[in-house]
DNA sequence: AATAGTTTTGCAAATGTTTTCATTTTTTGT
DNA sequence: ACAAAAAATGAAAACATTTGCAAAACTATT
C-alpha cells in the first residue's frame, strides 16, 4: 500500500527524459516534439500520474479556482444562482470554492480568508453588505471580486446583479394601484441582508407614496422556510381585521402565504392579493400562479462569471459590473381589492 | 501596485526571526515563545499576509479541501443535502470543492480528475452509478471518498444514504393497499441516475406483487422541474381514460402533478392519488400535504460529513458506511380508491 | 560536407513553505 | 555562581513543480 504516488521525477525517469520537459509537455505542448509527447503521456497513464496544482500554484501560476461565498445553499433562493455562476466558471476551466456563512458576517470573513489561504483567483460574495474586515482584506490583497445578487452604483467593488429597492418599488406600487390599503408584509430576518432590506425600503416607499404604510402587527419576520410563512400567515388571517394583500419578501414566503390562504379557504386573489419577490422555479406553475418580480438569477450567475474571469484575466483593467433589472410579472395571485 | 504580496521570509525578516520561527508559530505555536509570537502575530497583521497553504500541500501537509461532485444544484433535490454536508464539513476545518456534472458520467470524470489535481483530501460523489475510469482513478489513487445519497451493502465503495429501491416499494406498497389499479408513474430520466432507476423498480416490484403495472403510456418522463412535470400530467388526465393515482419519482414532479390537477379542477385524494418521493422543504406544508418518503437528506449530509473525515484521518481503516433508512410518510394526497 | 538556422532538450535556480537537527538561550537546582 | 536540563531559535535540506538559458540535435541550404 505505500507505493508513493508518482510525481514528475517518476514520470521523467520512467519515459527517460528530463522533468523540465514532462513539464513542458504539459504546459507547452508545442514546444515538445510529438515522438516525445507521446512517450511521455503514455508514461503517464502507466504511471498514473496526476499533476500537483499546488506545486503549480506556488510559481504564480494561476491555481484555477473560484471562491464563492453564499449565505445559504439549503434553500431554492441561491440555487439557480450557484448553478450558473458554476457552470459558466467551469467552462472557463475553473472550479469554484463554495462555502456558506448561514447570515454570519463574521463567518464570512474567516472564510475569505481561508479561501485566500488557498490562493484562490478570485472571489464572489453575495450582496453589497459585508464587514469592513472582509472588504479590507480583498481590496489589500488585491483578488478579483465580484459582488453578487445586488447591484448598486456606488459599490465598492464590481457588483452584478439588480436593484432589489426597485424589486421592491415595483410590487409595492402595483399592489397600491390595485386599490389595496391594508397591506401586510412578510419578510426575513434583515441583518446581515441587504437584498432583504433593500426591498423592504422599496416597498415602503412605494406605499408611502400614497401616503400609507405598513401596520406594526402587519409586518411579520420569518425565516425563510415555507413552513415559516405558513404559520405566520394563518396566525395572521385569523385575525377578524385582515388586509386586503400580502406583500411576501420572496417567492418561497409566498408559497408559504398561498397555503395558509388555501387551507383557511381565503381565496387569491379575490379575498387576499399575494405577491413574491424572485420569480424561483415554480412559482409560475404554482395555482394559482406567483405574482411577483423576477430577478433573473441565470443571467446575474452567467454575467458575473464573465465578469470575475474577464476580471482575472485583465488583472489591472478594472470593469465595472452590470445591473440587471428586475421585471415584475403579474399573474394570477394578484388582484384589485373588493 | 506592485508590492508583491508578502511571504513568510518578509514576516521573518521584519520581526527579526527566522522563517522558521514563523513558521512554528503558525503551526505549532506552543514551541515558541509568548513574547516573540507577539511580535509574529503583530507583523503578520502589519504587513497583510496570508499563509499560502499550496506550499503547506507540497509538503504532503493536508490542504483542506473536500471535492464534492453533484450532478446539479439547481433543484431543490441536494441542496439540503450539500448544505448540511458542507457545513459539518466546514465545522471541521475543511473547505468545499464543488462542481456539478448535469448528470454526464463523462464529465465527472474529468471534474474528479481535476479535484485531484489541487489535491483534495477527500471526495465525495451522489449516488452509486459512477464510470469506472471514475471508480478507478479514486481506487488508485487511493483518495477517501464517500459515495452519497445511495446506499448499498455491496457497493465498492463506502457510502452513506437511503435505500431508494425500498423507498419505491413503500410508496408503491402504499398506494397498492389504498386499493389502485389504474396507476402511472412519473419519473426523471432515468440514465446516470441510479437513484430514480432504484425508485422506479421499488414501484415496479410493488405493484407486480399484486399482479399490476404500469401501463406503457402511464409511464411518464420528465425533467426535474415543477413545470414539466405540470405540463406532462396536465395531458395525461385529459385522456378520458385516467388513473386513480400518480406515483412521482421525486417530491419536485409531485407538486408539478398537485399543480395540473388543480387547475384541471380534479380534487386530490378524493379523484386521484399523487405521491412524491424525497420530502423536501415545502412538502409538508403544501395543500394538500403531500405523501411522500422522506430520503432524510439532512442525517445524510452531516453522517457522510464525519465518515469522509474519520476516513481521512484514519487513512488506513475503512469504515463502511451508513444505511439511512426511508420512512414513509402518509399526509393527504393518497386516499382510497373510489 | 559544412554552415546557419531552427527545434528540442536538459541543467540549475527559483518558488514558499515545513521540518530535522544543531545551536543558542533561558531556567532550575544546588 | 555553575552545571545540567529545558526551552527557543536558526540553518539547511526537502517538497513538486516551472522556467530562463544554454547545449544538443536536427533541417535546410549551399
Redesign the pocket.
Known sequence: MKE??????A??KAA?????????????P????????KRIDATVRRLG????R???T????RGGTIGLIVPTVDHAIFSELIQSFSERVEEQGFTILLASHGYRLKREYAIARKMLEHRVDGMALIGLEHSEDTYGLLQQQNTPTVLLWNYSDDAPMPCVGSDNYLAGRLIGDHVVRLGHRSIAAVFPPISGNDRALQRLYGVEDALAARGLEIAGDWRLETPYSVSAAKNKVARLISFPQRPTAIICGNDVLAWGALHALRREGVAVPEDVTITGIGDFHGSRDFEPSLTTVRIPAHTIGSKAAKLIVALIGNEGDSESGELVPPELLIRSTSGPVR
Open positions: 508513493k504516488k508518482a510525481d514528475i521525477i514520470v521523467a527517460r527524459v528530463s522533468p523540465s520537459t514532462v513539464s513542458r509537455s504539459f504546459n507547452h508545442e514546444l515538445v516534439k510529438a515522438a516525445t509527447r500520474y496526476i499533476r500537483n499546488a506545486a503549480q506556488i510559481h504564480g501560476i
